[in-house]
């Protein structure tokens, strides 16, 4: 059980374009979903924690309208990365939690690449 | 300020060589520490979740055990297929959703 999935494994863009991540819980109700950047050999930075059905609440120093979230069901949350940079450039990862489990199940993260 | 410290950053064991990986933290109050494996290029596996001091989990040659200011994760007889970057994270009583702050890992070595 706990298994949390993430498309696209791996994307490569142009700068200036927009990317839509998703995260989905397969097999329980995710009441809440979190989304991680993590840059080589450092841990995870918690970038945003969204709640099903209303609005994501953003780490201080991550830019909301850059970093749309959007978590419509209790099973699927979306990360859209809007005119994407090359700084964008990242591992992100997705994770959910739910009144059932008190820990985070992770997804097996999205490589980003902003040429 | 809560804080997750880990120790050491890196660790290069001898195949069958036990050792312990360090996870000092500072919460005002905690509700529950957890641990993670993380292999290259790929999310954290959930390992344990220990909820107060004196509590110990086992899985196969991982132990984590807890006191009041830090947990051990102690691995017994390790094989190469340990290795990987192993994660500590803590949960502030009170925090909302389920939100945790995570330590910046030891990367585990294993030669054969």
């Known amino acids: 059980g706990a298994v949390v999935s993430q498309h696209p494994s791996r994307v490569i863009c142009k700068s200036g374009t927009s990317v839509k991540i998703e995260c989905r819980s397969l097999?329980?109700?995710?009441?809440?979903m979190f989304w991680y950047r993590q840059f080589p050999k450092q841990s995870l930075m918690l970038m945003a924690t969204?709640?099903?059905?209303?609005?994501?609440?953003?780490e201080q120093g991550v830019e909301k309208d850059k970093f749309l979230i959007n978590h419509a069901s209790l099973t699927l949350s979306t990360l859209t990365v809007t005119s994407a940079h090359p700084e964008d450039s990242s591992f992100y990862i997705c994770?959910?939690?739910?009144?059932?489990?008190?820990?985070?199940?992770f997804g097996p993260g999205t490589r980003l690449t902003v040429l | 300020e809560d804080q997750v410290t880990q120790s050491p950053e890196a660790l290069r064991l001898q195949e069958g060589e036990s050792s312990s990986l360090n996870c000092s933290y500072t919460?005002?109050?905690?509700?529950?520490l957890f641990w993670y494996r993380q292999d290259p290029g790929k999310g954290p596996e959930f390992l344990f979740t220990?909820?107060?001091a004196g509590e110990e989990k086992e899985k196969e040659r991982l132990k984590a055990t807890l006191t009041k200011k830090e947990s051990f994760l102690h691995i017994t007889a390790p094989k190469p297929e340990d290795s990987a970057t192993y994660l500590c994270?803590?949960?502030?009583?009170?925090?909302?959703?389920?939100?945790?702050?995570f330590g910046s890992g030891t990367r585990l070595s294993i030669r054969p």
């Open positions: 994770s959910a939690a739910s009144g059932a489990y008190n820990e985070q199940f």
């Open positions: 097999d329980f109700q995710a009441t809440t």
């Open positions: 969204s709640n099903e059905g209303s609005k994501a609440t953003y």
């Open positions: 919460v005002s109050g905690l509700r529950g």
């Open positions: 220990l909820y107060s």
């Open positions: 994270a803590v949960q502030e009583r009170g925090s909302s959703a389920s939100k945790i702050i």
